[in-house]
Protein backbone atom coordinates (compact mmCIF):
# COMPACT_ATOMS: atom_id res chain seq x y z
CA UNK A 1 0.00 0.00 0.00
CA UNK A 2 1.37 3.42 -1.08
CA UNK A 3 2.45 5.70 1.62
CA UNK A 4 -0.41 8.21 0.71
CA UNK A 5 -3.08 5.50 1.31
CA UNK A 6 -1.94 4.15 4.78
CA UNK A 7 -1.58 7.71 5.69
CA UNK A 8 -5.21 9.14 5.06
CA UNK A 9 -6.26 5.16 6.59
CA UNK A 10 -4.31 6.69 9.97
CA UNK A 11 -5.83 9.94 9.69
CA UNK A 12 -9.31 8.32 9.34
CA UNK A 13 -8.70 5.75 11.98
CA UNK A 14 -7.66 8.71 14.33
CA UNK A 15 -10.99 11.29 13.52
CA UNK A 16 -13.10 8.27 14.51
CA UNK A 17 -11.47 7.88 18.03
CA UNK A 18 -11.89 11.12 18.61
CA UNK A 19 -15.77 10.79 17.56
CA UNK A 20 -15.99 7.96 19.60
CA UNK A 21 -14.39 9.31 22.67
CA UNK A 22 -17.47 10.32 24.09
CA UNK A 23 -19.34 7.36 23.71
CA UNK A 24 -16.88 5.18 25.00
CA UNK A 25 -16.02 7.00 28.11
CA UNK A 26 -19.48 7.74 30.15
CA UNK A 27 -18.46 11.21 31.62
CA UNK A 28 -22.42 12.39 32.39
CA UNK A 29 -22.75 9.24 34.46
CA UNK A 30 -20.28 8.48 37.61
CA UNK A 31 -21.73 5.45 38.33
CA UNK A 32 -20.58 3.90 34.86
CA UNK A 33 -17.86 5.87 35.15
CA UNK A 34 -16.78 4.23 38.53
CA UNK A 35 -17.36 0.37 36.30
CA UNK A 36 -15.24 1.41 33.80
CA UNK A 37 -12.30 2.47 36.43
CA UNK A 38 -12.68 -0.71 38.09
CA UNK A 39 -12.98 -2.71 34.98
CA UNK A 40 -9.43 -1.24 34.03
CA UNK A 41 -8.12 -2.46 38.17
CA UNK A 42 -9.56 -6.10 37.57
CA UNK A 43 -7.61 -5.87 34.04
CA UNK A 44 -4.57 -4.97 35.08
CA UNK A 45 -4.84 -7.49 38.41
CA UNK A 46 -5.59 -10.31 36.26
CA UNK A 47 -2.58 -9.66 33.93
CA UNK A 48 -0.37 -9.56 36.74
CA UNK A 49 -1.86 -12.81 37.87
CA UNK A 50 -1.77 -14.13 34.71
CA UNK A 51 2.22 -13.53 34.89
CA UNK A 52 3.08 -14.75 38.06
CA UNK A 53 1.33 -18.51 37.76
CA UNK A 54 4.19 -19.49 35.46
CA UNK A 55 6.97 -17.72 37.94
CA UNK A 56 5.44 -19.91 40.61
CA UNK A 57 5.32 -23.09 38.94
CA UNK A 58 9.42 -22.58 37.79
CA UNK A 59 9.77 -22.28 41.32
CA UNK A 60 8.04 -25.81 41.76
CA UNK A 61 10.04 -27.39 39.65
CA UNK A 62 13.25 -25.97 40.79
CA UNK A 63 12.43 -27.39 43.72
CA UNK A 64 11.13 -30.70 43.07
CA UNK A 65 14.05 -31.12 40.95
CA UNK A 66 16.04 -31.34 43.58
CA UNK A 67 14.50 -33.72 45.39
CA UNK A 68 14.60 -34.33 49.39
CA UNK A 69 11.78 -34.17 52.44
CA UNK A 70 13.33 -31.13 53.79
CA UNK A 71 11.82 -28.96 50.87
CA UNK A 72 8.45 -31.07 50.17
CA UNK A 73 6.58 -28.54 52.59
CA UNK A 74 7.90 -25.76 50.64
CA UNK A 75 6.70 -27.47 46.72
CA UNK A 76 3.17 -28.39 48.47
CA UNK A 77 3.24 -24.79 49.76
CA UNK A 78 3.87 -23.33 46.31
CA UNK A 79 1.52 -26.31 44.13
CA UNK A 80 -1.38 -24.85 46.55
CA UNK A 81 -0.06 -20.77 46.01
CA UNK A 82 -0.14 -21.80 41.97
CA UNK A 83 -3.77 -23.59 42.10
CA UNK A 84 -5.08 -20.38 44.14
CA UNK A 85 -3.26 -17.59 41.78
CA UNK A 86 -5.02 -19.46 39.02
CA UNK A 87 -8.22 -19.40 40.70
CA UNK A 88 -8.46 -16.15 42.10
CA UNK A 89 -7.46 -15.04 38.39
CA UNK A 90 -10.40 -16.71 36.68
CA UNK A 91 -12.98 -15.47 39.49
CA UNK A 92 -11.96 -11.55 38.77
CA UNK A 93 -11.79 -12.40 35.32
CA UNK A 94 -15.89 -13.34 35.63
CA UNK A 95 -16.78 -10.88 37.90
CA UNK A 96 -14.78 -8.10 35.66
CA UNK A 97 -16.93 -9.31 32.87
CA UNK A 98 -19.87 -8.66 35.63
CA UNK A 99 -19.36 -5.28 36.35
CA UNK A 100 -18.45 -4.07 32.82
CA UNK A 101 -21.59 -5.28 31.59
CA UNK A 102 -24.01 -2.52 32.35
CA UNK A 103 -21.38 -0.08 30.95
CA UNK A 104 -22.08 -2.36 27.52
CA UNK A 105 -25.19 -2.06 27.04
CA UNK A 106 -25.43 1.68 27.95
CA UNK A 107 -23.24 2.11 25.23
CA UNK A 108 -25.29 0.06 22.77
CA UNK A 109 -28.24 2.11 24.20
CA UNK A 110 -26.30 5.77 23.73
CA UNK A 111 -24.80 5.11 20.09
CA UNK A 112 -28.23 3.78 18.62
CA UNK A 113 -30.40 6.68 20.46
CA UNK A 114 -27.93 9.25 19.15
CA UNK A 115 -27.87 8.09 15.30
CA UNK A 116 -31.85 7.48 14.91
CA UNK A 117 -32.34 11.10 16.55
CA UNK A 118 -29.58 12.62 14.38
CA UNK A 119 -30.86 10.36 11.18
CA UNK A 120 -34.56 11.53 12.37
CA UNK A 121 -32.89 15.51 12.01
CA UNK A 122 -31.41 14.99 8.72
CA UNK A 123 -33.29 16.79 5.66
CA UNK A 124 -36.13 15.07 3.21
CA UNK A 125 -32.91 15.90 1.05
CA UNK A 126 -31.12 13.47 2.75
CA UNK A 127 -33.97 10.97 3.11
CA UNK A 128 -34.87 10.66 -0.52
CA UNK A 129 -31.63 10.00 -1.70
CA UNK A 130 -30.98 6.94 0.71
CA UNK A 131 -32.05 3.71 0.83
CA UNK A 132 -34.17 2.81 4.30
CA UNK A 133 -32.27 -0.81 3.97
CA UNK A 134 -29.07 0.62 3.68
CA UNK A 135 -29.27 3.39 6.41
CA UNK A 136 -30.54 0.32 8.43
CA UNK A 137 -27.38 -1.90 8.17
CA UNK A 138 -25.29 1.25 8.26
CA UNK A 139 -26.24 1.31 11.88
CA UNK A 140 -26.49 -2.06 12.79
CA UNK A 141 -23.18 -2.49 11.70
CA UNK A 142 -21.47 0.34 13.52
CA UNK A 143 -22.99 -0.29 16.81
CA UNK A 144 -21.69 -4.16 16.46
CA UNK A 145 -18.27 -2.28 15.25
CA UNK A 146 -18.34 -0.35 18.73
CA UNK A 147 -19.06 -3.06 20.64
CA UNK A 148 -16.10 -4.81 19.04
CA UNK A 149 -13.92 -2.13 19.56
CA UNK A 150 -14.58 -1.34 23.31
CA UNK A 151 -14.45 -5.19 23.90
CA UNK A 152 -11.06 -5.88 22.14
CA UNK A 153 -9.34 -2.98 23.68
CA UNK A 154 -10.47 -3.95 27.30
CA UNK A 155 -10.44 -7.44 27.16
CA UNK A 156 -7.95 -8.39 24.59
CA UNK A 157 -4.98 -5.64 23.79
CA UNK A 158 -5.01 -3.77 27.03
CA UNK A 159 -4.51 -7.08 28.99
CA UNK A 160 -1.86 -8.60 26.10
CA UNK A 161 -0.06 -4.85 26.39
CA UNK A 162 0.27 -5.53 30.36
CA UNK A 163 1.09 -8.93 29.93
CA UNK A 164 3.72 -8.17 27.84
CA UNK A 165 5.23 -5.52 29.76
CA UNK A 166 5.46 -7.82 32.79
CA UNK A 167 6.87 -10.58 31.04
CA UNK A 168 9.86 -8.38 29.49
CA UNK A 169 10.53 -7.04 32.93
CA UNK A 170 10.87 -10.77 34.33
CA UNK A 171 13.08 -12.06 31.79
CA UNK A 172 15.42 -8.79 31.65
CA UNK A 173 15.35 -8.83 35.10
CA UNK A 174 16.65 -12.76 35.67
CA UNK A 175 18.10 -13.84 32.97
CA UNK A 176 20.02 -12.58 29.65
CA UNK A 177 19.17 -9.15 27.81
CA UNK A 178 19.36 -11.13 24.77
CA UNK A 179 15.39 -13.36 25.36
CA UNK A 180 14.20 -9.78 25.47
CA UNK A 181 15.49 -8.77 22.31
CA UNK A 182 14.41 -11.75 20.67
CA UNK A 183 11.36 -11.66 21.91
CA UNK A 184 10.83 -7.46 21.35
CA UNK A 185 12.15 -8.14 17.43
CA UNK A 186 9.65 -10.93 17.33
CA UNK A 187 7.23 -8.94 17.83
CA UNK A 188 8.37 -5.70 16.23
CA UNK A 189 8.47 -7.44 12.77
CA UNK A 190 5.08 -9.65 13.43
CA UNK A 191 3.55 -6.31 14.08
CA UNK A 192 5.05 -4.77 10.90
CA UNK A 193 3.61 -7.18 8.86
CA UNK A 194 0.09 -7.14 10.80
CA UNK A 195 -0.20 -3.66 9.83
CA UNK A 196 0.70 -3.85 6.12
CA UNK A 197 -1.05 -6.48 5.28
CA UNK A 198 -4.50 -5.34 7.36
CA UNK A 199 -3.96 -2.16 5.31
CA UNK A 200 -4.21 -4.07 2.41
CA UNK A 201 -6.77 -6.26 3.68
CA UNK A 202 -9.14 -3.23 5.39
CA UNK A 203 -9.07 -1.42 1.32
CA UNK A 204 -10.71 -4.66 -0.17
CA UNK A 205 -13.29 -4.79 2.99
CA UNK A 206 -14.03 -1.40 2.95
CA UNK A 207 -15.27 -2.09 -0.82
CA UNK A 208 -16.81 -4.47 0.31
CA UNK A 209 -18.24 -3.41 2.94
CA UNK A 210 -19.90 -0.73 0.62
CA UNK A 211 -21.03 -3.50 -1.97
CA UNK A 212 -22.65 -5.08 0.68
CA UNK A 213 -24.74 -2.24 1.86
CA UNK A 214 -25.76 -1.75 -1.74
CA UNK A 215 -26.95 -5.24 -2.01
CA UNK A 216 -28.64 -5.16 1.17
CA UNK A 217 -30.65 -1.69 0.45
CA UNK A 218 -31.96 -3.19 -3.50
CA UNK A 219 -32.57 -6.33 -1.38
CA UNK A 220 -34.88 -4.55 1.20
CA UNK A 221 -36.35 -2.02 -1.65
CA UNK A 222 -37.35 -5.33 -3.64
CA UNK A 223 -39.02 -6.82 -0.68
CA UNK A 224 -40.82 -3.29 0.22
CA UNK A 225 -42.17 -3.23 -3.24
CA UNK A 226 -43.22 -6.88 -3.64
CA UNK A 227 -46.40 -6.06 -5.23
CA UNK A 228 -44.99 -4.44 -8.01
CA UNK A 229 -42.57 -7.16 -8.49
CA UNK A 230 -45.11 -9.70 -8.52
CA UNK A 231 -47.30 -7.54 -10.67
CA UNK A 232 -44.65 -7.67 -13.56
CA UNK A 233 -43.71 -10.98 -12.77
CA UNK A 234 -40.22 -9.51 -12.35
CA UNK A 235 -38.96 -11.91 -9.45
CA UNK A 236 -35.74 -13.26 -11.71
CA UNK A 237 -34.87 -10.10 -12.89
CA UNK A 238 -35.03 -8.59 -9.20
CA UNK A 239 -33.02 -11.42 -8.24
CA UNK A 240 -30.21 -11.46 -11.28
CA UNK A 241 -30.06 -7.52 -10.21
CA UNK A 242 -29.21 -8.39 -6.43
CA UNK A 243 -26.86 -11.52 -7.69
CA UNK A 244 -25.12 -9.07 -9.34
CA UNK A 245 -24.13 -7.05 -6.59
CA UNK A 246 -23.61 -9.82 -4.83
CA UNK A 247 -21.12 -11.33 -7.47
CA UNK A 248 -19.12 -7.64 -6.99
CA UNK A 249 -19.04 -8.32 -3.49
CA UNK A 250 -17.77 -12.27 -3.54
CA UNK A 251 -15.13 -10.94 -5.78
CA UNK A 252 -13.74 -8.30 -3.34
CA UNK A 253 -14.06 -10.93 -0.57
CA UNK A 254 -11.57 -13.52 -1.84
CA UNK A 255 -9.21 -10.55 -2.57
CA UNK A 256 -9.63 -9.87 0.97
CA UNK A 257 -9.28 -13.71 1.91
CA UNK A 258 -5.89 -13.95 -0.22
CA UNK A 259 -4.82 -11.26 1.50
CA UNK A 260 -5.88 -12.22 4.87
CA UNK A 261 -3.87 -15.93 3.91
CA UNK A 262 -0.68 -14.23 2.75
CA UNK A 263 -0.21 -12.28 5.85
CA UNK A 264 -1.28 -15.33 8.18
CA UNK A 265 1.11 -17.34 6.66
CA UNK A 266 4.23 -14.34 7.15
CA UNK A 267 2.72 -14.53 10.76
CA UNK A 268 2.92 -18.22 11.95
CA UNK A 269 6.71 -18.36 10.10
CA UNK A 270 7.95 -15.11 12.32
CA UNK A 271 6.32 -16.65 15.00
CA UNK A 272 7.83 -20.13 14.46
CA UNK A 273 11.04 -18.43 14.19
CA UNK A 274 11.12 -16.17 17.52
CA UNK A 275 9.98 -19.63 19.26
CA UNK A 276 13.14 -21.63 18.14
CA UNK A 277 15.35 -19.15 18.38
CA UNK A 278 14.09 -18.47 22.50
CA UNK A 279 13.77 -22.12 23.36
CA UNK A 280 17.34 -22.97 21.85
CA UNK A 281 19.48 -19.82 24.01
CA UNK A 282 17.41 -21.44 26.87
CA UNK A 283 18.34 -24.88 25.99
CA UNK A 284 22.09 -23.98 25.55
CA UNK A 285 21.64 -22.41 28.67
CA UNK A 286 19.99 -25.39 30.50
CA UNK A 287 22.60 -27.95 29.28
CA UNK A 288 25.15 -25.27 29.94
CA UNK A 289 24.14 -25.33 33.87
CA UNK A 290 23.55 -21.62 33.87
CA UNK A 291 20.18 -21.73 33.63
CA UNK A 292 18.03 -24.22 35.85
CA UNK A 293 15.00 -26.47 34.46
CA UNK A 294 12.79 -23.99 36.22
CA UNK A 295 14.57 -21.17 34.56
CA UNK A 296 13.74 -23.00 31.13
CA UNK A 297 9.95 -24.03 32.14
CA UNK A 298 9.52 -20.06 32.80
CA UNK A 299 11.04 -19.12 29.58
CA UNK A 300 9.24 -21.47 27.57
CA UNK A 301 5.60 -20.65 29.60
CA UNK A 302 6.36 -17.09 28.86
CA UNK A 303 7.17 -17.38 25.28
CA UNK A 304 4.09 -19.12 24.46
CA UNK A 305 1.87 -16.86 26.92
CA UNK A 306 3.18 -13.65 24.90
CA UNK A 307 3.53 -15.32 21.10
CA UNK A 308 -0.10 -17.13 21.67
CA UNK A 309 -2.21 -13.80 22.22
CA UNK A 310 0.28 -12.36 19.55
CA UNK A 311 -1.12 -15.24 17.39
CA UNK A 312 -4.25 -14.10 18.02
CA UNK A 313 -3.26 -10.04 17.03
CA UNK A 314 -3.73 -10.60 13.84
CA UNK A 315 -7.30 -11.75 14.13
CA UNK A 316 -7.67 -9.20 16.59
CA UNK A 317 -6.39 -5.90 14.45
CA UNK A 318 -8.27 -8.06 11.52
CA UNK A 319 -11.32 -7.38 13.39
CA UNK A 320 -10.67 -4.26 14.28
CA UNK A 321 -9.93 -2.66 11.24
CA UNK A 322 -13.24 -4.14 10.07
CA UNK A 323 -14.90 -2.83 13.11
CA UNK A 324 -13.42 0.90 12.08
CA UNK A 325 -14.64 0.38 9.07
CA UNK A 326 -18.32 -0.27 9.87
CA UNK A 327 -18.42 2.59 12.54
CA UNK A 328 -16.45 4.69 10.04
CA UNK A 329 -19.67 4.78 8.07
CA UNK A 330 -21.88 5.09 10.49
CA UNK A 331 -19.83 8.50 12.17
CA UNK A 332 -20.65 9.33 8.64
CA UNK A 333 -24.42 9.45 8.93
CA UNK A 334 -23.41 11.31 12.47
CA UNK A 335 -21.27 14.11 10.35
CA UNK A 336 -23.86 14.95 8.20
CA UNK A 337 -25.98 18.14 8.52
CA UNK A 338 -29.44 19.58 8.03
CA UNK A 339 -30.23 21.81 5.35
CA UNK A 340 -32.77 23.01 7.72
CA UNK A 341 -32.00 23.76 11.26
CA UNK A 342 -32.33 26.10 13.73
CA UNK A 343 -30.66 28.93 13.87
CA UNK A 344 -28.44 30.50 16.69
CA UNK A 345 -31.71 33.11 18.14
CA UNK A 346 -34.48 31.09 16.46
CA UNK A 347 -37.64 30.78 19.36
CA UNK A 348 -40.54 29.05 19.48
CA UNK A 349 -43.38 29.84 17.04
CA UNK A 350 -45.94 31.65 18.40
CA UNK A 351 -48.91 30.65 15.90
CA UNK A 352 -52.39 31.93 17.24
CA UNK A 353 -54.23 32.56 14.19
CA UNK A 354 -52.10 30.37 11.64
CA UNK A 355 -52.31 33.25 8.87
CA UNK A 356 -49.99 32.16 5.71
CA UNK A 357 -48.15 34.14 3.61
CA UNK A 358 -45.36 33.33 0.98
CA UNK A 359 -43.42 36.40 0.31
CA UNK A 360 -41.69 36.70 -3.47
CA UNK A 361 -40.59 33.19 -2.72
CA UNK A 362 -38.53 31.19 -5.82
CA UNK A 363 -37.00 27.74 -4.63
CA UNK A 364 -35.11 24.94 -6.54
CA UNK A 365 -33.97 21.49 -5.92
CA UNK A 366 -31.62 21.82 -8.41
CA UNK A 367 -29.68 25.18 -9.53
CA UNK A 368 -30.46 23.85 -12.72
CA UNK A 369 -33.74 23.32 -12.86
CA UNK A 370 -36.01 25.97 -11.00
CA UNK A 371 -39.79 24.95 -9.38
CA UNK A 372 -40.91 27.95 -7.99
CA UNK A 373 -40.57 31.77 -9.46
CA UNK A 374 -41.30 34.64 -7.18
CA UNK A 375 -44.35 33.07 -5.56
CA UNK A 376 -46.34 35.82 -3.61
CA UNK A 377 -49.96 35.21 -1.87
CA UNK A 378 -51.50 35.00 1.70
CA UNK A 379 -54.12 33.05 3.51
CA UNK A 380 -55.98 35.11 6.08
CA UNK A 381 -56.51 32.95 9.74
CA UNK A 382 -59.09 30.50 9.26
CA UNK A 383 -59.70 30.85 5.54
CA UNK A 384 -58.86 27.64 2.99
CA UNK A 385 -56.77 27.75 -0.37
CA UNK A 386 -56.43 25.66 -2.94
CA UNK A 387 -53.43 24.83 -4.86
CA UNK A 388 -54.21 23.44 -8.39
CA UNK A 389 -51.82 22.92 -11.23
CA UNK A 390 -50.47 19.83 -13.46
CA UNK A 391 -48.12 17.48 -12.24
CA UNK A 392 -44.69 19.31 -11.78
CA UNK A 393 -46.27 22.78 -11.43
CA UNK A 394 -44.37 23.34 -7.70
CA UNK A 395 -47.51 22.52 -5.82
CA UNK A 396 -45.98 19.88 -3.08
CA UNK A 397 -43.10 22.23 -3.14
CA UNK A 398 -45.23 25.01 -1.51
CA UNK A 399 -46.30 22.63 0.84
CA UNK A 400 -42.52 21.31 2.33
CA UNK A 401 -41.72 24.75 1.93
CA UNK A 402 -44.23 25.77 4.53
CA UNK A 403 -43.66 22.61 6.81
CA UNK A 404 -39.83 23.74 6.72
CA UNK A 405 -38.84 20.67 5.04
CA UNK A 406 -36.46 23.13 2.87
CA UNK A 407 -35.94 26.90 3.19
CA UNK A 408 -36.83 28.99 -0.20
CA UNK A 409 -34.09 30.51 -2.02
CA UNK A 410 -35.27 34.19 -1.74
CA UNK A 411 -37.81 35.39 -0.11
CA UNK A 412 -40.02 34.16 2.61
CA UNK A 413 -42.35 31.85 4.02
CA UNK A 414 -44.46 33.29 6.73
CA UNK A 415 -47.02 31.85 9.69
CA UNK A 416 -48.88 34.85 11.82
CA UNK A 417 -46.15 37.41 10.23
CA UNK A 418 -43.25 35.60 11.30
CA UNK A 419 -40.85 34.33 8.95
CA UNK A 420 -40.86 30.75 10.04
CA UNK A 421 -36.59 30.91 9.49
CA UNK A 422 -36.33 32.76 13.24
CA UNK A 423 -38.69 29.91 14.40
CA UNK A 424 -37.47 26.58 15.74
CA UNK A 425 -38.30 24.03 13.02
CA UNK A 426 -40.14 21.46 15.52
CA UNK A 427 -42.89 24.45 16.50
CA UNK A 428 -43.31 25.51 13.03
CA UNK A 429 -44.09 21.54 12.26
CA UNK A 430 -46.25 21.24 15.50
CA UNK A 431 -48.72 24.25 14.10
CA UNK A 432 -49.34 22.11 11.33
CA UNK A 433 -51.53 18.75 10.75
CA UNK A 434 -50.80 16.98 7.31
CA UNK A 435 -52.54 14.68 5.34
CA UNK A 436 -50.96 13.17 2.82
CA UNK A 437 -51.76 11.98 -0.34
CA UNK A 438 -50.33 8.78 0.32
CA UNK A 439 -50.67 7.69 4.67
CA UNK A 440 -47.97 5.23 5.16
CA UNK A 441 -48.70 3.88 8.79
CA UNK A 442 -46.59 2.22 11.32
CA UNK A 443 -46.95 -2.08 11.72
CA UNK A 444 -48.51 -1.25 14.90
CA UNK A 445 -51.91 -0.70 16.10
CA UNK A 446 -54.68 1.50 14.85
CA UNK A 447 -54.45 3.45 18.40
CA UNK A 448 -50.62 3.65 17.83
CA UNK A 449 -50.71 5.48 14.48
CA UNK A 450 -53.72 7.99 15.43
CA UNK A 451 -51.97 8.78 18.60
CA UNK A 452 -48.38 9.14 16.81
CA UNK A 453 -50.42 13.31 16.22
CA UNK A 454 -49.93 13.28 19.96
CA UNK A 455 -48.17 10.58 21.79
CA UNK A 456 -49.77 12.03 25.17
CA UNK A 457 -53.55 11.83 24.33
CA UNK A 458 -55.69 10.27 26.17
CA UNK A 459 -57.52 7.04 25.00
CA UNK A 460 -60.76 9.45 24.81
CA UNK A 461 -58.93 12.12 22.92
CA UNK A 462 -58.29 9.54 20.66
CA UNK A 463 -61.61 8.09 19.90
CA UNK A 464 -62.96 11.63 19.61
CA UNK A 465 -60.14 12.48 16.72
CA UNK A 466 -61.19 9.03 15.27
CA UNK A 467 -65.15 10.29 15.13
CA UNK A 468 -64.25 13.40 13.77
CA UNK A 469 -62.59 11.11 10.92
CA UNK A 470 -65.28 9.19 10.94
CA UNK A 471 -63.21 6.18 11.68
CA UNK A 472 -64.42 5.02 15.14
CA UNK A 473 -67.72 3.12 13.83
CA UNK A 474 -65.36 0.55 11.66
CA UNK A 475 -62.98 0.67 14.45
CA UNK A 476 -65.24 -0.97 16.61
CA UNK A 477 -66.89 -3.38 14.33
CA UNK A 478 -63.48 -4.90 14.03
CA UNK A 479 -62.60 -8.12 16.69
CA UNK A 480 -59.23 -6.56 18.65
CA UNK A 481 -61.00 -2.33 17.99
CA UNK A 482 -58.04 0.07 18.49
CA UNK A 483 -55.48 -3.02 18.83
CA UNK A 484 -56.03 -4.10 15.44
CA UNK A 485 -52.31 -4.58 13.76
CA UNK A 486 -52.55 -2.64 10.32
CA UNK A 487 -49.66 -4.31 8.78
CA UNK A 488 -46.30 -3.28 6.92
CA UNK A 489 -47.06 0.39 5.73
CA UNK A 490 -51.08 -0.52 6.46
CA UNK A 491 -51.57 -2.83 3.95
CA UNK A 492 -54.38 -4.48 5.86
CA UNK A 493 -56.47 -1.35 5.32
CA UNK A 494 -57.81 -0.29 2.42
CA UNK A 495 -57.06 2.92 1.00
CA UNK A 496 -60.03 5.30 2.24
CA UNK A 497 -59.56 3.70 6.05
CA UNK A 498 -55.94 4.53 5.43
CA UNK A 499 -56.75 8.35 4.66
CA UNK A 500 -59.41 8.39 7.91
CA UNK A 501 -56.21 7.46 10.15
CA UNK A 502 -54.11 10.15 8.92
CA UNK A 503 -56.98 12.63 9.10
CA UNK A 504 -57.61 11.22 12.98
CA UNK A 505 -54.32 11.72 14.16
CA UNK A 506 -53.87 14.94 11.98
CA UNK A 507 -56.81 15.91 13.98
CA UNK A 508 -55.98 14.75 17.29
CA UNK A 509 -52.42 17.52 16.83
CA UNK A 510 -54.91 20.23 17.10
CA UNK A 511 -52.86 22.26 14.72
CA UNK A 512 -53.25 25.65 13.71
CA UNK A 513 -52.95 25.19 10.04
CA UNK A 514 -54.17 21.91 7.95
CA UNK A 515 -51.62 20.99 5.00
CA UNK A 516 -53.80 18.79 2.59
CA UNK A 517 -51.76 17.10 0.23
CA UNK A 518 -53.78 15.38 -2.39
CA UNK A 519 -55.13 13.55 0.55
CA UNK A 520 -57.89 12.20 -1.86
CA UNK A 521 -55.98 11.83 -5.24
CA UNK A 522 -55.61 8.11 -4.41
CA UNK A 523 -59.12 7.48 -3.89
CA UNK A 524 -62.71 5.82 -6.02
CA UNK A 525 -64.85 9.26 -6.08
CA UNK A 526 -67.05 7.83 -4.00
CA UNK A 527 -64.80 7.35 -1.13
CA UNK A 528 -63.26 10.85 -2.02
CA UNK A 529 -66.71 12.55 -1.48
CA UNK A 530 -66.66 10.91 1.71
CA UNK A 531 -63.59 12.11 2.86
CA UNK A 532 -63.80 15.48 1.36
CA UNK A 533 -67.08 15.76 3.37
CA UNK A 534 -64.38 14.79 6.70
CA UNK A 535 -61.85 16.85 5.92
CA UNK A 536 -64.13 20.38 5.28
CA UNK A 537 -65.87 19.57 8.70
CA UNK A 538 -62.64 19.01 10.58
CA UNK A 539 -60.84 21.98 9.08
CA UNK A 540 -63.57 24.00 9.58
CA UNK A 541 -62.53 27.87 11.17
CA UNK A 542 -58.68 26.30 11.07
CA UNK A 543 -56.03 27.64 7.91
CA UNK A 544 -55.92 25.73 5.39
CA UNK A 545 -53.89 24.90 2.49
CA UNK A 546 -55.17 22.43 -0.09
CA UNK A 547 -52.88 21.19 -2.76
CA UNK A 548 -55.40 18.91 -5.15
CA UNK A 549 -55.21 17.34 -8.77
CA UNK A 550 -58.78 16.73 -8.51
CA UNK A 551 -60.55 20.49 -8.80
CA UNK A 552 -63.84 19.27 -7.26
CA UNK A 553 -61.82 19.27 -4.28
CA UNK A 554 -60.78 22.99 -3.61
CA UNK A 555 -64.17 24.08 -5.13
CA UNK A 556 -65.26 25.25 -1.44
CA UNK A 557 -61.96 26.74 -0.82
CA UNK A 558 -62.30 30.77 -0.47
CA UNK A 559 -59.04 31.40 -2.85
CA UNK A 560 -57.66 29.34 -5.31
CA UNK A 561 -54.20 29.64 -6.96
CA UNK A 562 -53.45 27.65 -10.64
CA UNK A 563 -49.87 27.08 -10.56
CA UNK A 564 -47.87 26.45 -13.82
CA UNK A 565 -44.14 26.15 -14.24
CA UNK A 566 -43.82 26.98 -10.95
CA UNK A 567 -45.41 30.67 -11.37
CA UNK A 568 -49.00 31.80 -10.28
CA UNK A 569 -51.22 32.31 -13.60
CA UNK A 570 -54.30 32.44 -12.16
CA UNK A 571 -56.06 33.25 -8.84
CA UNK A 572 -59.29 33.44 -7.52
CA UNK A 573 -62.59 31.55 -6.38
CA UNK A 574 -64.33 28.87 -7.94
CA UNK A 575 -66.89 30.95 -9.98
CA UNK A 576 -65.05 33.49 -10.53
CA UNK A 577 -61.85 31.01 -12.28
CA UNK A 578 -64.90 29.35 -14.27
CA UNK A 579 -66.43 32.73 -15.79
CA UNK A 580 -62.72 33.74 -16.21
CA UNK A 581 -62.98 31.34 -18.95
CA UNK A 582 -58.66 30.88 -18.38
CA UNK A 583 -56.06 27.80 -17.47
CA UNK A 584 -58.10 27.06 -14.57
CA UNK A 585 -61.49 26.49 -16.42
CA UNK A 586 -59.98 24.25 -19.14
CA UNK A 587 -58.90 21.83 -16.25
CA UNK A 588 -62.40 21.77 -14.73
CA UNK A 589 -63.97 21.30 -18.05
CA UNK A 590 -61.29 18.28 -19.00
CA UNK A 591 -62.12 16.91 -15.62
CA UNK A 592 -65.79 17.13 -16.11
CA UNK A 593 -65.79 15.23 -19.55
CA UNK A 594 -63.32 12.62 -17.76
CA UNK A 595 -66.11 12.00 -15.09
CA UNK A 596 -69.20 11.72 -17.40
CA UNK A 597 -67.02 8.90 -19.91
CA UNK A 598 -66.25 7.24 -16.31
CA UNK A 599 -70.09 7.40 -15.43
CA UNK A 600 -71.23 6.31 -19.33
CA UNK A 601 -68.74 3.38 -18.65
Known sequence: MDPETMDLARRQDVHVWRMLRPFLWPCQDPGLRTRMVVTLLLIGATSALGTLTPLVMAMVVDILATGGNTVAWLAYALLFTYCAVFTLNRVIETWRNYIYGPLEQRLNRRIRLAVLRHVHELSLRYHISRKTGQVSRIIDNGVRGMEQILNMMVFMILPLVVEVGIVVAVLKTKFMVSYTLVLFATA??????????????????????????????????????????????????????????????????????????????????????????????AGREAL?????????????????????????????????????????????????????????????????????????????????????????????????????????????????????????????????????????????????????????????????????????????????????????????????????????????????????????????????????DEATSALDSHTERAIQDDLREVSRGTTTLIIAHRLSTVVHAAQILVLENGRIVERGMHDSLLRGGGRYAALWLQQQKRLELEAAD
Do not use: C
Not at 244 to 253: F, H, I, K, M, P
Not at 363 to 389: H, K, N, Q, W
Open 188 to 281: VIYSVVLVIGSEILRKHQRAAVTESAAAHGKAVDSLLNYETVKYFGNERYVADRYDDDLQRVERLQLKALYSRTMTGVLQVVIMGAGLTVMVLM
Open 288 to 516: AGTMTVGGFVLVNAYVMQVLAPLGRMGMLYRGLKQAFTDVEQMMGLLLETSEVADGADATPLSASGGAIAFRNVSFAYDVRRPILEDISFEVPAGTSMGLVGASGSGKTTIGRLLFRFYDPDTGSVEIDGADIRTATVASVRAAIGVVPQDAVLFNDTLLYNIAFGSPGASRGEIERAAKLAQLHDFVAALPDGYDTVVGERGLKLSGGEKQRVAIARAVLKRPRIYLF
